[in-house]
């Protein structure tokens, strides 16, 4: 069973920095990505990183400020998140895609993020 940890999420002034973390149990996966849901709103996507490769790709509301990144040995995933503004304000989750056209098959259980004004 494949398993997503995520971590990191807290209360944070506006400006501030978080990095979250995304524990993979296994490193199978074609592509990582996090989103994000928001009271009151649909999920969206935030950003993705192929594993092979390594390239990335952001939400227009989120570039410049935050950079997802792999450490391959540890099976993790993160998302370093800098000037925070209150809009970030969500649950973060992780998601993996095995294959190059599927979908998101596998989910974390989110963690929360709060960004104070």
């Known amino acids: 069973q494949v398993k997503l940890v995520e971590s990191g999420g807290r209360l944070v002034q506006a400006g501030g920095s978080l990095r979250l973390s995304c524990a993979a149990s296994?490193?199978?996966?074609?592509?990582m990505g996090w989103f994000r849901q928001a009271p009151g709103k649909e999920r969206e996507f935030v950003a993705h990183l192929v594993w092979s490769g390594g390239s990335t790709n952001y939400a227009d509301s989120v570039k410049g400020r935050f950079t997802i990144s792999r450490d391959n040995a540890k099976n993790t995933v993160y998302l370093q998140m800098n000037n925070l503004k209150p809009e970030d304000t969500a649950v973060y989750y992780c998601a993996a895609q095995p294959n190059w056209g599927a979908t998101y098959t596998y989910w974390g259980q989110g963690t929360q993020v709060t960004v104070s004004s």
């Open positions: 296994e490193r199978t996966f074609y592509k």
